[in-house]
């Protein structure tokens, strides 16, 4: 299997996030991560290492299982270009998803896949609606939606895409995926211990050499197969370890705010979580996706018009809390 690379961002972007790597500290499974003393959020969440290595790219067509369509890796890499592995799958994409505007708007295919379906380092959006999707462009445009964290590549291009996309692209994204619907991509597995990991630039994958380490407080989401999803297959699945007892413990609060800890996300969120009206479904989302969202609410990260709803459920919430929510949300069918 070759290297880990997705989401490189490009070589040439390495001076861009200088200043971040210089601010961070290797840990011994090779993720970056600030010094203890600074970093208050959940490190683990927010996956980033920016001295991953990124090999050389070939133009060498590869071809995956159920596919009939052939990319190389170069394509795989381009941001302004996104694979279409299964063009029965969805409908023709426009040109702001397939291909973008350069220079600052990459194909919203390219990181958030063909049909929506994203992965733990960004958003899924198939099914989202409509409105929701313009007000969180709007909200990435003038700052209101900010980011916890180190300034990963990812945000940072998102940040630079959302402010320089016109009114008619994002109409056009957003009318795009929210007539997909949503895939279950995602299986929990509740254990005491993960398999040994590194960080991939912006997401976990599993140590070639295999092993085991505890799983603590924490969430350990990795792609099945990793060159699939570096490849941007948008069948790619995952599998999101997640601490024993954290899905029963995330469904009492889930259901019944856990006796004032939270509120009911039915409330919102519909009775199975799939959305109503302008409100986002959160079911089947991803784990590592669902706490940095409540930690950067509770924080104030997000402060759009449409924040203020998810203070009530927020304020109170523990780390621990947040993640059991996570990991019964991303156990349900989306």
Not at 68 to 89: G, K, V
Not at 97 to 108: I, Q, Y
Not at 293 to 318: C, E, I, N, W
Request: proline share 8%; glycine share 8%; hydrophobic share 40%.
């Amino acid at each position: 299997m070759r290297a880990s690379w997705i989401h490189a961002f490009g070589l040439g972007l390495a001076a861009l996030f200088a200043s971040v790597t210089a601010a961070t500290a290797q840990t011994g499974s090779g993720a970056a991560v600030p010094p203890a003393a600074t970093a208050t959020y959940p490190t683990w969440a927010y996956a980033w290492n920016p001295d991953f290595t990124v090999p050389p790219a070939d133009d060498a067509a590869q071809r995956l299982p159920g596919s009939t369509a052939a990319f190389s890796w170069i394509q795989a890499r381009d941001l302004f270009f996104a694979p279409s592995w299964h063009p029965e799958d969805h409908p023709a994409m426009p040109d702001v998803v397939a291909r973008g505007r350069k220079p600052d708007v990459r194909a919203c295919g390219s990181c958030h896949r063909a049909e929506g379906t994203g992965g733990p380092e960004n958003a899924s959006l198939a099914g989202l609606p409509v409105s929701y999707f313009v007000q969180q462009m709007a909200d990435f445009k003038s700052g209101a939606r900010k980011f916890s964290g180190p300034q990963r590549s990812a945000v940072v291009l998102m940040a630079a895409a959302a402010k320089a996309m016109t009114d008619a692209e994002v109409q056009a994204a957003a009318a795009y995926y929210s007539a997909l619907k949503p895939k279950r991509i995602i299986n929990v597995v509740e254990t005491d211990s993960a398999p040994k990991t590194y960080i991939a630039r912006l997401f976990f994958v599993k140590q070639p050499g295999g092993g085991t380490e505890s799983l603590g407080r924490r969430i350990v989401e990795v792609p099945d197969d990793v060159e699939q999803f570096e490849l941007r297959d948008t069948r790619s699945t995952f599998t999101a370890y997640v601490p024993v007892g954290s899905i029963a413990k995330g469904a009492a609060l889930a259901k019944n705010g856990g006796a004032g800890t939270t509120v009911p996300c039915a409330a919102c969120h519909g009775p199975d979580l799939k959305g109503v009206g302008p409100i986002p479904g959160i079911a089947g989302r991803s784990p590592t996706y669902i706490v940095r969202q409540l930690y950067d609410f509770k924080h104030g990260a997000r402060a759009g018009a449409s924040s203020a709803l998810m203070k009530p459920t927020v304020d109170k919430l523990s780390e621990d809390d947040m993640i059991s929510l996570a990991a019964y949300v991303a156990s349900l069918a989306p």
